[in-house]
């Protein structure tokens, strides 16, 4: 059972791993160099735990220990009880879920181990912005999505904004980075994988026509807001494939699209 600290100085050194959560570029190189996450919220944090991941530490404000009483008793981390002004001095930010906890990582696994039971994957390329990332984990984990591959330029899935807008749904579906790219998509491809390039361009094959459900094994590609999938990764494709769209419109949000294209994907698929 984990013993409840009250802090108030905002400089004390146990509180470091919630120091400068605002600042994204720190938090890039800072959190994978050195193995951990932030979970914000109660749901976030007990589906971390869940999910097999090893708590730190928790940051609490007094009207959260309560509520969080299971978790601390159940957990020998440090629990760090805060007053929500001091939080934000700490945080940089308004912690109006007054619950955090500094999560440790797991090592990711490797694309091929993903590939060998996975049916239906979702292939990312350059999606940078966080709340992308976490829109896109949450329709992957809610329309059966089997795994996320990600090209190195993708943003992290645990930083504390995917996970927050995910709502934990990044601790659900597998994921792994492809450090080759676009030369990996040929490894998903050997797997048995048939890559779909998502793309409003108007040579893509309708997705209700490319029938996508019915394949066997599914990669679908998905680009960055805006800029979509490079010219390198739709070449890479087996086909381009499209979203019918009315009233003018050219194109979604790529959270919004992938839900769409997910539904599509996975959609009476044969029970494995």
């Not at 292939?123 to 990600?150: K, P, Q, W």
Request: net charge negative; aromatic share 6%.
């Amino acid at each position: 059972m984990a013993d409840l600290i009250t802090i108030d100085d905002p400089a004390d050194p146990r509180l470091s791993d919630y120091t400068g959560l605002t600042d994204v570029e720190l938090r890039r190189r800072r959190e994978p160099a050195e193995g951990l996450f932030i979970a914000e919220g109660e749901k976030v944090i007990r589906r971390a735990r869940q999910s097999g991941y090893e708590m730190r530490s928790m940051l609490l404000s007094a009207k959260w220990v309560d509520a969080m009483r299971d978790v601390i008793d159940e957990s020998p981390a440090p629990v760090y009880a805060v007053a929500p002004e001091l939080a934000e001095r700490v945080t940089g930010y308004h912690v109006h879920r007054g619950a955090l906890a500094s999560m440790q990582r797991k090592p990711l696994p490797a694309a091929d181990e993903l590939l060998t039971t996975a049916r239906r994957v979702v292939v990312m390329e350059s999606v940078n912005d966080h709340t992308n990332i976490g829109a896109v984990f949450r329709s992957a984990a809610a329309l059966g999505m089997d795994a996320v591959l990600l090209s190195p330029a993708c943003a992290d899935p645990l930083y504390r904004r995917s996970v927050k807008v995910s709502m934990g749904a990044v601790f659900s579906v597998p994921y792994a980075r492809l450090e080759a790219w676009p030369k990996s998509l040929g490894t998903v491809r050997e797997a048995g994988f048939r890559l779909l390039a998502l793309t409003p361009d108007a040579k893509a094959t309708s997705i209700d026509e490319a029938a996508p459900h019915r394949l066997e094994r599914v990669a679908l590609m998905l680009g960055a807001e805006g800029d979509g999938l490079s010219t390198r990764a739709l070449a890479a494709a087996d086909a381009w494939v499209r979203i019918p769209m009315a009233h003018g419109v050219d194109s979604l949000n790529v959270g919004a699209a992938a839900a769409v294209a997910f539904y599509a994907v996975t959609a009476g698929r044969p029970e494995s």
